[in-house]
């Protein structure tokens, strides 16, 4: 038994904002109370810090199987868990992918090894090829709780309209990755910023939008659920909130990332700050923010994308792969771009790091309520925190090592059980 005292208690479902007290007994919340009393239980003093539900990040890369010299799912679920997560969905670009129900199997019995919810999704299309579905049905069965093929763009409109009518009617829904190769050059690489200072061609906004476009407008034509993954330009959260308001049932999500910073980061971070989609314009930073406060964009997902070291530090910053790990940095850097900027309250933060993730999944997570699950993160909103390299994660392939941001975790729960403490 667990009594956590004193805590800030905020819950996006109900609205639940005061100082008192939580108990918690065989993995449930059984009491939320202004004082509770209980002989015998462990008991955590949250005085001065904030109790929340478990974070849930819906787009991470645990590299298992086949690339777990980048990170594997242990090491991924105890970043997770020092990040203030308790539920993560992890992409099927594995080698090999998680196109076929053997391998979903043999993934999902890996995660369920671990402390927090480990779950994944499938590949929308077999080993990524753009061409064949994959058995939506049997995958669904198996314990896959979506699609997408991220990282791997659709190019045939026919697939997309293919697979979003599979997955309407089998009530599930498609994540998908938008750039149009046609219209990109160098990806990593805001155009701007690729023209000015490395002298190529760069990942363009169009390349983004412009597929963004087409997808959401099949996605109002055959009425299915498409959600769009880490948008980064002004014109797309545009696009998003066209659809919406046309009836489309769209939803999408920013990653940390590209509401924090700006391409300039490269110029100061390298390669670590090199990432797909790319770090883009202060307007589009700017825009961002304005998504997620009017509710065009309502989940803050991490992409984390861990990397080994020798990959990143090559000589050629065009060569080294995209992407950076991001769970131990996400509600820091919500809390210090978002809520202590004036631009979202802590509450609103929160939702779109917990209850709407789980609700777009239909995961019970992501709230605090007696009867509820004991999946609680208890964090300092206010503490400073200096980001060095060493993380959970394999990796420390993050461009914010050496910056102080907002907000420490201090304790990780997980069906009750302490499963992080700082």
Same mark, same amino acid.
Not at 77 to 96: D, E, K, Q, R
Not at 204 to 222: F, K, N, P, W
Not at 345 to 365: D, G, H, R, V
């Given at each position: 038994?667990?009594?956590?005292?004193?805590?800030?208690?905020?819950? &996006?479902?109900?609205?639940?904002?005061?100082?008192?007290?939580?108990?918690?007994?065989?993995?449930?919340?059984?009491?939320?109370?202004?004082?509770?009393?209980?002989?015998?239980?462990?008991?955590?003093?949250?005085?001065?810090?904030?109790?929340?539900?478990?974070?849930?990040?819906?787009?991470?890369?645990? $590299?298992?199987?086949?690339?777990? /010299?980048?990170?594997?799912?242990?090491?991924?679920?105890?970043?997770?868990?020092?990040?203030?997560?308790?539920?993560?969905? !992890?992409?099927?670009?594995?080698?090999?992918?998680?196109?076929?129900?053997?391998?979903?199997?043999?993934?999902?019995?890996?995660?369920?090894?671990?402390?927090?919810?480990?779950?994944?999704?499938?590949?929308?299309?077999?080993?990524?090829?753009?061409?064949?579905?994959?058995?939506?049905?049997?995958?669904?069965?198996?314990?896959?709780?979506?699609?997408?093929?991220?990282?791997?763009?659709?190019? *045939? *409109?026919?697939?997309?309209? #293919?697979? !979003?009518?599979?997955?309407?009617?089998?009530?599930?829904?498609?994540?998908?990755?938008?750039?149009?190769? +046609?219209?990109?050059?160098?990806?990593?690489?805001?155009?701007?910023?690729?023209?000015?200072?490395?002298?190529?061609?760069?990942?363009?906004?169009?390349?983004?939008?412009? !597929?963004?476009?087409?997808?959401?407008?099949?996605?109002?034509?055959?009425?299915?659920?498409?959600?769009?993954?880490?948008?980064?330009?002004?014109?797309?959260?545009?696009?998003?909130?066209?659809?919406?308001?046309?009836?489309?049932?769209?939803?999408?999500?920013?990653? &940390?990332? /590209?509401?924090?910073?700006?391409?300039?980061?490269?110029?100061?971070?390298?390669?670590?700050?090199?990432?797909?989609?790319?770090? $883009?314009?202060?307007?589009? $930073?700017?825009?961002?923010? #304005?998504?997620?406060?009017?509710?065009?964009?309502?989940?803050?997902?991490?992409? /984390?994308?861990? /990397?080994?070291?020798?990959?990143?530090?090559?000589?050629?910053?065009?060569?080294?792969? *995209?992407?950076?790990?991001?769970?131990?940095?996400?509600?820091?850097?919500?809390?210090?771009?978002?809520?202590?900027?004036?631009?979202?309250?802590?509450?609103?933060?929160?939702?779109? !790091?917990?209850?709407?993730?789980?609700?777009?999944?239909?995961?019970?997570?992501?709230?605090?309520?007696?009867?509820? &699950?004991?999946?609680?993160?208890?964090?300092?909103?206010?503490?400073? $925190?200096?980001?060095?390299?060493?993380?959970? *994660?394999?990796?420390?392939?993050?461009?914010?090592?050496?910056?102080?941001?907002? +907000?420490?975790?201090?304790?990780?729960?997980?069906?009750?059980?302490?499963?992080?403490?700082?």
């Amino acid at each position: 038994m667990l009594l956590i005292k004193n805590g800030r208690v905020m819950d &996006p479902k109900s609205g639940l904002d005061q100082v008192c007290d939580v108990l918690v007994q065989d993995g449930k919340i059984i009491k939320i109370a202004p004082e509770i009393t209980e002989e015998g239980a462990e008991i955590i003093d949250a005085s001065g810090l904030v109790v929340a539900p478990g974070l849930v990040d819906i787009h991470v890369h645990f $590299r298992e199987p086949g690339q777990t /010299h980048k990170e594997d799912i242990h090491t991924g679920a105890l970043a997770a868990a020092a990040g203030g997560f308790t539920t993560v969905v !992890m992409m099927a670009n594995t080698s090999p992918t998680i196109s076929d129900v053997e391998t979903l199997q043999e993934v999902l019995q890996s995660a369920a090894k671990e402390k927090i919810h480990v779950k994944t999704v499938a590949t929308i299309t077999k080993n990524f090829n753009g061409q064949d579905l994959t058995d939506f049905e049997a995958l669904l069965e198996a314990g896959a709780v979506g699609f997408s093929d991220d990282g791997i763009p659709l190019e *045939s *409109s026919k697939i997309v309209k #293919e697979a !979003m009518e599979e997955a309407k009617k089998l009530n599930t829904f498609i994540s998908l990755h938008e750039e149009d190769p +046609g219209l990109n050059g160098v990806l990593g690489f805001n155009e701007n910023i690729a023209k000015e200072h490395f002298h190529i061609c760069g990942a363009t906004g169009v390349a983004e939008y412009a !597929m963004m476009a087409r997808d959401v407008m099949i996605a109002y034509a055959t009425k299915a659920h498409v959600h769009i993954q880490h948008l980064s330009k002004e014109e797309s959260v545009k696009v998003v909130e066209f659809a919406q308001r046309l009836g489309a049932q769209v939803t999408a999500e920013v990653a &940390p990332q /590209h509401f924090s910073k700006t391409e300039a980061l490269l110029l100061t971070q390298g390669s670590n700050a090199k990432m797909n989609p790319p770090l $883009r314009l202060e307007s589009d $930073r700017r825009a961002v923010i #304005e998504g997620l406060k009017s509710g065009v964009i309502t989940v803050i997902a991490t992409d /984390h994308a861990p /990397h080994h070291a020798d990959e990143k530090n090559v000589e050629d910053i065009t060569k080294a792969p *995209s992407g950076m790990t991001g769970l131990e940095t996400s509600l820091s850097l919500g809390l210090t771009y978002l809520v202590e900027a004036g631009e979202l309250s802590l509450m609103e933060l929160l939702e779109k !790091m917990t209850y709407n993730p789980s609700k777009l999944y239909n995961f019970e997570t992501g709230y605090l309520a007696e009867n509820g &699950p004991a999946d609680i993160t208890i964090f300092d909103a206010k503490a400073d $925190r200096l980001v060095d390299s060493h993380f959970a *994660s394999k990796a420390a392939n993050s461009p914010f090592i050496g910056e102080t941001l907002k +907000g420490q975790v201090k304790y990780t729960i997980c069906k009750g059980q302490i499963v992080y403490q700082a």
